[in-house]
Nanobody, 114 residues
Framework: QVQLVESGGGLVQAGGSLRLSCAASGSIFRPNTMGWYRQAPGKQREWVASIATGGWTNYADSVKGRFTISRDNAKSTLYLQMEGLKPEYTAVYYC????????WGHGTQVTVSS
């Protein structure tokens, strides 16, 4: 059974930081590249960052240098450390495999105020 549970979102001022977590079922987490995605109001969901099983990372240009993705394979948990947050980063953040599978989790809301 696919299970993806995101947490750690909240309201933060521009320039602030947040750390997101995603608890995933081990059967999908351990063998797969995992990623963070986000969906802003009125926009399509987009990929933000990903990390392969061996730790190789990749980031969208819009977050490069500000976000750090990491994974704990023993805990089947994915993380996203977000620094220097901007109002345009306001969105619901989701974790999933890359490419993603269904069903998606509920996501965690990140709101950045100016």
């Amino acid at each position: 059974q696919v299970q993806l549970v995101e947490s750690g979102g909240g309201l933060v001022q521009a320039g602030g930081s947040l750390r997101l977590s995603c608890a995933a079922s081990g059967s999908i987490f351990r063998p797969n590249t995992m990623g963070w995605y986000r969906q802003a109001p009125g926009k399509q969901r987009e990929w933000v960052a990903s990390i392969a099983t061996g730790g190789w990372t990749n980031y969208a240009d819009s977050v490069k240098g500000r976000f750090t993705i990491s994974r704990d394979n023993a805990k089947s948990t994915l993380y996203l450390q977000m620094e220097g947050l901007k109002p345009e980063y306001t969105a619901v953040y989701y974790c999933n495999t890359r490419p993603p599978i269904r069903p998606w989790g509920h996501g965690t809301q990140v709101t950045v105020s100016s």
